[in-house]
């Protein structure tokens, strides 16, 4: 059962935005706007910051977006702050006969 | 407050058998999937089986099907996750977690499984 794809980092400057890509295929990501993100800092559970593509859970700061186009499915964090330094996962949905839940394989946010 | 607990860490040694639990609080456990979610040190989530506790329905990854048994007892709330052999490969952080619709919205704290001779 393959991850979703992602870039293994990516970095930034404070106050600058960043985007990270997640990319699957028609059974998951471009067949259902069941998209998600996560976020996890180290030594901590990861934190749902988006479902269903673009809904954002209360306490998640609008500095934070979501989007998908066709089958790849963006995260943007615009205005960089420090404590956004993290590693991000996106999950989906997915036709499968088998687990029907699946993550991409994390990106490792730095902000310099 | 919806809230999922999970039991401690554990340290075992190879061959052993471990069965570890997740106690959902604050909403009806029958009613909603619950899984678990292996990390490896250093690596990335991995969805290894979810159940439906309201029927016992359940679901394995491939990669973990015939390796680990979840199961659950609705009538205390409680989701496990079990091996009856464990390996050094086992090691890792294991966190429980309600997937709808593949959104997680809550995971448990987590529970520490060292396997080591």
């Known amino acids: 059962q393959s991850a979703l794809t992602q870039p293994a980092s990516v970095s930034g400057s404070p106050g600058q935005s960043i985007t990270i890509s997640c990319t699957g295929t028609?059974?998951?990501?471009?067949?259902?706007?069941?998209v998600s993100w996560y976020q996890q800092h180290p030594g901590k559970a990861p934190k749902l910051m988006f479902y269903?593509?673009?809904n954002r859970p209360s306490g998640v700061p609008d500095r934070f977006s979501g989007s998908k186009s066709g089958n790849t499915a963006s995260l943007t964090i615009s205005g960089l702050q420090a404590e956004d330094e993290a590693t991000y996962y996106c999950g989906s949905y997915r036709t499968s006969d088998t687990l029907d839940v699946v993550f991409g394989g994390g990106t490792a946010l730095t902000v310099l | 407050e919806v809230q999922l607990v999970q039991s401690g860490a554990e340290v075992k040694e190879p061959g052993e058998s471990l069965k570890i639990s997740c106690k959902g609080f604050g909403y009806s456990f029958s009613s909603h999937w619950i899984g678990w979610v292996r990390q490896l040190p250093g690596k990335g989530l991995e969805w290894m089986a979810i159940i439906f506790p309201g029927d016992s329905k359940t679901r394995y990854s491939p990669s973990f099907q015939g390796q680990v048994t979840i199961s659950v007892d609705k009538s205390i709330s409680t989701a496990y996750l079990q091996w009856s052999s464990l390996k050094a490969s086992d090691t890792a952080m294991y966190y429980c977690?309600?997937?709808?619709?593949?959104?997680?919205?809550?995971w448990g704290q987590g529970t520490l499984v060292t396997v080591s001779s």
């Open positions: 028609s059974s998951d990501v471009g067949g259902y706007d069941y």
């Open positions: 269903e593509v673009n």
């Open positions: 977690a309600r997937p709808t619709y593949g959104a997680s919205d809550y």
